[in-house]
């Protein structure tokens, strides 16, 4: 793919990365829009189906904090949009500042994003996070970010321009 600053067949799949992302915990004027932190650790996809594990963390007000598991996929739009769903399950911490009652918590997102010449991935995401019905109230809470995507190593051979 010239002119991406990816070789040809390499996609941010291919190799892991880190990504740093800054927003709000929750889109909802009564909660006074809480900032959200986070970084992620993505696993290179291995399978079949591209899915790319993740390791992440956001953080929070007053101790408000989400620590997960993810997979994601990226589907391409285009030579340098991506769109990339997500399902992630993991610990929060809701340090009494949006209505996430449960400990157990489940997030699923979307996220637009774009390669840059550079090989960086810029984005904004959506996220929902909740207990997915399996307390009552089921509770819960909207996210946006702006992530920015550093991919670590090299890319593989086999995506590599001849």
Do not use: K
Request: net charge negative.
């Amino acid at each position: 793919m010239a002119g991406t600053g990816q070789a040809s067949g390499d996609t941010p799949a291919h190799r892991p990365a880190v990504v740093l992302s800054a927003g709000t915990f929750a889109l909802v004027e009564a909660y006074d829009y809480p900032y959200r932190l986070g970084i992620q650790y993505r696993f290179a996809a291995r399978c079949g189906w591209s899915l790319e594990p993740g390791l992440g963390a956001a953080f929070g007000p007053d101790g408000m904090a989400f620590l997960y598991l993810d997979l994601q996929r990226d589907f391409r739009l285009g030579e340098r949009w991506f769109l990339t769903p997500s399902l992630a399950a993991g610990y929060f911490s809701n340090g009494d500042e949006i209505g996430v009652n449960e400990q157990l918590e489940f997030q699923s997102a979307i996220a637009l994003s774009r390669v840059l010449d550079s090989g960086l991935r810029v984005g904004l995401a959506v996220h929902h996070v909740s207990n997915g019905g399996l307390a009552s109230p089921n509770n819960g809470t909207e996210s946006l970010v702006v992530f920015v995507r550093y991919p670590l190593g090299r890319p593989t051979l086999s995506a590599r321009n001849p």
